[in-house]
C-alpha cells in the first residue's frame, strides 16, 4: 500500500519536471 502511495505522489513531479527545464510537456516524457 506504501508503494502505491509512493508511485501516485511521483506523478505530479514527473509530469511537471519538463516544464521546470523551460520547455513544455513532451510526448517523450510519458
Do not use: F, N, Y
Not at 502511495?5 to 523551460?22: E, N, Q, R, T
Amino acid at each position: 500500500m506504501k508503494s502505491i502511495a509512493w508511485v501516485v505522489a511521483l506523478i505530479p513531479i514527473l509530469i511537471h519536471a519538463p516544464a521546470a527545464d523551460g520547455r513544455g510537456p513532451q510526448p517523450g516524457d510519458l
